[in-house]
């Protein structure tokens, strides 16, 4: 099925993109973000509720797991 209103859309997205935070009681934003971010809904909400909704903050706080696997054992701190 096609769009019928394809600018509307590229609108939202930019709207989304430029917000600089995540609005969790929204579910197109809620969509956006899981996609945009790669994980869950519940997964933003989580660390939503834990940092604040600053995309910035979600974001890293996300990427925060993948980080502490690059650092090489003999620079880990436990």
Do not use: Y
Request: a positive charge.
């Amino acid at each position: 099925m096609q769009n019928k209103h394809p600018e509307r859309r590229e609108a939202e997205r930019r709207a989304f993109e430029t917000c600089r935070t995540i609005d969790v009681t929204d579910g197109k934003a809620m969509r956006f973000w899981s996609s945009r971010l790669g994980v869950t809904p519940e997964e933003i909400a989580a660390v939503v509720k834990e940092v604040g909704p600053n995309t910035t903050a979600v974001a890293l706080k996300l990427e925060a797991p993948h980080q502490e696997r690059i650092v090489p054992p003999s620079l880990s701190l436990r």
